[in-house]
Each structure stands twice: as C-alpha cells, then as structure tokens.
C-alpha cells in the first residue's frame, strides 16, 4: 500500500537517516564518556522524532526552538538537545525567513 511509504516519508518530526547519523555521530565527538547524571549509566538512546519548544504567545506550531530528546536507556532520563546547534535543522532566523511548513 503507498500509504505506508507515505507515511515513512512525511510523518512530521520523524528524524531522517540522514539526521541519525549526524545525531550519532555529533554525540560520540562531544560526549564520548558522558554518563547520565541519575544513574551513571552510558546508554543513550535517539528519540525517533525531534520536539519543538514553544516560544511563549506564539501560536501552536509557530516559533519554536526544535530539540532532539536523547534518552537513557537504563533510567529514562531525558535530554534536550538544541538541533540548530546540532546542524541538524535551520536557525530561527532561517525559519521565520523560511516560513513555508506552516
Ligand atoms: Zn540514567
């Protein structure tokens, strides 16, 4: 059914290969023995999809920041990472340019 790959392609938020692999890549240079504060465990894991962070007053799916939430996989703990800086997504500066999603 095309539906399914439909789906595979557009499903908005979904991290691409591509953006896994930066992902991966950038967390194994920046903390190659970064432990989670909680449990001191080195298991992360990559949300499957990005989360944005509102900008007060703006309408939903407006002005955002977008994250990455990186999991541990021993206790939950999440963080969220700031995707710009990542170089994983456009500056907001770029995306108010850009605008086009919405
Ligand atoms: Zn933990």
Known sequence: MGDKEAEQKAEPGKLTADQIAVAQKWIAEKGPD????????HQWILADHSVRLQVQGHALGGLGYPVLPIICGVCGNTFLFNMVVMGLEPSLDEQQKGGANA
Do not use: A, L, Y
């Not at 970064?34 to 465990?41: I, K, L, M, S, Y």
């Open 34 to 41: 970064w432990r989670c504060p909680v449990c001191e465990r």
